[in-house]
């Protein structure tokens, strides 16, 4: 049972100033926690200030950079005297990739893994050592490690290899947390799947109107919220267009790649699309 969102509690959100961090951070606020947002987008941390009120805190800076977390250390240490409840490691770009043309530029891939994984490794190197030593001088003390992940780590569809392989690294550093503190019952680690959701991210900065298929950023950290509270450490968020066993079954096809020998992404293959459709077809 989860005991993060309530009042008082302390909360830390990379990418907050913007989409699915925003709509964390406004929950938390919701509860009367008091909230540091840290986003590198200067105009997007001056507006999400803005609408969420005092309670609140902004600091600008780039998770890939370490130095920029030892100055968030230093926020944390002086305004919240070194306690965190609830430490949300969000913050990602979707930089596009390829292996060939001008998105196969390393410099590109490097960006992608600096900011989407590096940025949660820099996160967890940190604010670890703080939330274990709360956790260990208080067995009252909850804390609750949320990091973001996508579908696109786990099922690897085709395009954006970058991103893609981020992803990857991000679950298996998430799975790794979670088995190093099993031990500290008072810590637990959440995995955020967000299915598509409607956020600058995702389609949202093309001004266009958003589509029936996503689901809003609200939707995604209610869902977290609520299987957070069940303790579990894996949030795979549904969205309109896909429900919890098509996710399910989706991730066991691409599992099953290795175990039956198929060839890679077999799913997007021409000579593996009946198999597939049958796969879909099946009860689980
Ligand atoms: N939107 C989706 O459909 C979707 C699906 C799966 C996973 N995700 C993941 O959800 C997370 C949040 O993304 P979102 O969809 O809310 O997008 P978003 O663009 O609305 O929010 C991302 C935020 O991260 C910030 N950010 C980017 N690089 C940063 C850096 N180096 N340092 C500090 N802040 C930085 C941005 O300024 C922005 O405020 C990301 O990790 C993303 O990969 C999103």
């Not at 590198?40 to 600008?60: C, F, I, M, Q």
């Not at 949320?146 to 679950?171: C, E």
């Amino acid at each position: 049972m989860s005991t993060i969102f309530k009042k008082a509690n302390t909360a830390v959100i990379t990418g907050g100033a913007s989409g699915i961090g925003l709509a964390l951070a406004q929950k938390c606020v919701g509860y009367g926690m008091r909230v540091l947002v840290a986003d590198w987008d200067a105009k997007g941390l001056e507006d999400a200030a803005k609408s969420l009120g005092s309670g609140v805190s902004t600091a600008r800076v780039d998770v890939s950079k370490v130095e920029d977390w030892g100055e968030l250390k230093g926020r944390v240490e002086k305004e919240f005297g070194g306690q965190i409840n609830l430490l949300a490691l969000n913050a990602g770009i979707g930089a596009r990739t390829a292996f060939e043309g001008a998105e196969a530029d390393p410099s590109i891939f490097r960006k992608v893994l600096d900011v989407n994984f590096f940025g949660i490794v820099n996160g967890v190197s940190t604010f670890l050592p703080f939330i274990k030593e709360k956790a260990s001088s208080s067995s009252d003390y909850q804390s609750a490690i949320v990091i973001t992940g996508s579908k696109q780590g786990i099922t690897n569809p085709p395009g954006n290899p970058a991103y893609n392989a981020s992803k990857a690294a991000v679950k298996s550093l998430a799975e790794q947390l979670s088995y190093d503190l099993r031990a500290q019952k008072n810590i637990n680690v959440h995995i955020l799947v967000p299915g598509w959701t409607w956020t600058a991210l995702a389609g949202a900065a093309s001004g266009r109107a958003k589509p029936e298929a996503p689901w809003t950023p609200a939707q995604v950290v209610d869902y977290l919220e609520g299987k957070m509270r069940e303790g579990k450490f894996w949030v795979l968020c549904p969205d309109n267009d896909v429900d919890e066993v098509t996710d399910k079954k989706r991730m066991l096809w691409s599992a099953g790649d290795a175990v039956e020998g198929r060839a890679p992404l077999s799913r997007w293959r021409d000579e593996f699309k009946g198999e597939f459709a049958k796969w879909m077809e099946k009860d689980l």
